[in-house]
């Protein structure tokens, strides 16, 4: 009678065990529920990327089954090479990149926006001595007569929102020769740091390099804004790889739902987002108290839908069609694909 319960038991155990793995075989995503869905995101060391060290920092990605891995570039054209290239998921970036990467046929779409009107352009020395506050052809051709020298203007490589606006402003709104300009492509932090040291007369810098450096120099002058430099400019937006789209749809609507709830705090308390963001952004390098600042500057304007860029953006392409920087134009409503900020923000 023994023996018989023991038969008994070990037969059920094995029909157990033969249903547990039955069931793994036929739906293999059950057994895998609780892992995270990995996204590697590529960001560019700049304010309009805080929403991403929020949602990181607040541990809100990881709520949403999200495992990230952060991955810094010094500019949009490096962070989409890489992601062209398959080795990031995502990225916060440059519209402008995108769109020429998906000119030469990259398959990436952009799901959100994070910021626009970043860039402006902030002026030392002589040169800014020299415009009095207001950018004229003369001013730029006096400068060259008097130093002997173009100006140096530096900014981030061809095809990057920075180049692009740049260009924008100096040859469509303010119409200097191109023969008094010298526009000098450098990284992020180098681009600050030859501002400050005199190596470059302007450059091209955002939030918060703008509070930065008007901290370290407050003979640094603010020359134009972005809404000057490129009307409802565009600014930074995030993009995905189609592959991922295609594997991982529910988790990109997660992460959006946290980005959107990242770009709330930001409004709503400023300081704790300072705090938070100040650990991946300006730890060892700044407070938060400056990076406080930064967010409530007026260079500082954080819009997670991305619906209404796009008019700004279609003009943003057909410009950098002009000045060579896309090989074709490509119908925007292809750049962007809203189902998931759409999905993120369903009532």
């Keep these: 009678m023994t023996a018989l319960t023991r038969r008994s038991a070990l037969m059920a155990l094995a029909a157990t065990t033969l249903a547990a793995t039955s069931l793994v075989a036929l739906a293999p995503g059950l057994a895998r529920a609780a892992d995270p869905v990995r996204l590697e995101v590529g960001y560019i060391p700049i304010l309009a990327a805080a929403p991403l060290f929020i949602l990181d920092g607040e541990g809100w990605a990881r709520e949403a089954g999200i495992e990230l891995k952060l991955t810094k570039f010094e500019s949009g054209p490096h962070a989409i090479q890489a992601m062209a290239a398959g080795k990031i998921d995502a990225m916060y970036a440059g519209v402008a990149p995108v769109l020429v990467a998906r000119a030469k046929g990259a398959d990436i779409s952009v799901i959100a926006n994070s910021a626009v009107e970043e860039m402006v352009v902030a002026g030392r020395g002589q040169f800014a001595k020299a415009l009095?506050?207001?950018?004229?052809?003369?001013?730029?051709?006096?400068?060259?007569?008097?130093?002997?020298?173009?100006?140096?203007?530096?900014?981030?490589?061809?095809?990057?929102?920075?180049?692009?606006?740049?260009?924008?402003?100096?040859f469509k709104v303010v119409k200097v020769d191109p023969a008094t300009v010298d526009i000098i492509s450098m990284g992020i932090d180098k681009t600050q740091q030859a501002l400050l040291a005199g190596a470059l007369d302007a450059a091209t810098i955002r939030e918060p390099t703008v509070t930065v450096t008007k901290q370290m120099d407050p003979n640094v002058s603010l020359l134009a804004t972005g809404a000057e430099m490129f009307p409802n400019q565009p600014g930074t937006i995030i993009a995905v790889r189609g592959e991922v789209i295609k594997q991982h749809g529910d988790a990109l609507t997660k992460l959006l739902k946290a980005h959107v709830r990242a770009v709330e705090l930001i409004a709503k308390d400023p300081a704790r987002a300072a705090k938070v963001a100040n650990e991946y952004l300006g730890k060892g390098l700044m407070d938060a108290a400056t990076l406080e600042a930064a967010f409530r500057s007026p260079g500082s304007k954080f819009v997670a839908d991305p619906h209404g860029v796009v008019p700004a953006v279609e003009n943003m392409m057909a410009y950098t069609k002009e000045i060579g920087s896309a090989e074709g134009i490509i119908p925007v409503a292809e750049a962007f694909d809203f189902r998931f900020y759409d999905a993120a923000v369903a009532k």
């Excluded at 207001?134 to 203007?153: C, H, L, M, Q, Y």
């Design 132 to 170: 009095g506050g207001k950018a004229t052809p003369e001013s730029f051709a006096k400068f060259v007569a008097d130093n002997g020298r173009k100006v140096k203007i530096g900014t981030q490589p061809p095809g990057s929102v920075p180049d692009t606006v740049l260009r924008h402003w100096l």
